[in-house]
């Protein structure tokens, strides 16, 4: 059994394990800056948050339905798991005479963003988590 102390609590915790698997992509990249044929990746995860925010929190999904008018009509085929992220290859980045495309600008400017993002959805739960300790600790002495 789960412990949840808000319904926010766990799409945050969501956002914290995606935000270390960006930060660990964006570190391979940076280690694999000289290795010949590299291609730098990095995923996307929010439309993956979004889609749990939406269970959540009871809100009507933003996804385009496909109409069946037979009920013969096959169901559509999911080519990915709405709960998880998708990694991809940067695009936009020119190679290297060796094929690589890491560029450590890049890097290092999307590895600050996403320290800041970490620590801030850190910083989140740890508020929410110190509000609750707070109410049972005003609780226990009424």
Not at 17 to 32: E, F, H, V
Request: proline share 3%.
């Amino acid at each position: 059994m789960s412990f949840q102390i808000s319904k926010s609590y766990d799409l945050t915790a969501k956002a914290l394990d995606y935000r270390a698997l960006r930060g660990d992509l964006i570190s391979s990249n940076i280690a694999n800056i000289d290795t010949p044929g590299y291609k730098s990746r990095d995923i996307e995860f929010e439309s993956a948050l979004r889609e749990q925010e939406m269970k959540i929190y009871g809100a009507k999904s933003q996804k385009l339905e496909l109409a069946k008018t037979n009920p013969m009509h096959l169901a559509p085929i999911e080519d990915s798991d709405p709960a998880k992220g998708t990694i991809f290859f940067r695009d936009g980045q020119d190679a290297r005479n060796d094929g690589n495309t890491v560029d450590l600008d890049v890097e290092t400017t999307e590895l600050a963003k996403n320290s800041v993002m970490y620590d801030a959805l850190t910083t989140a739960l740890k508020k929410d988590s110190a509000i609750f300790r707070s109410v049972i600790e005003y609780s226990g002495k009424v």
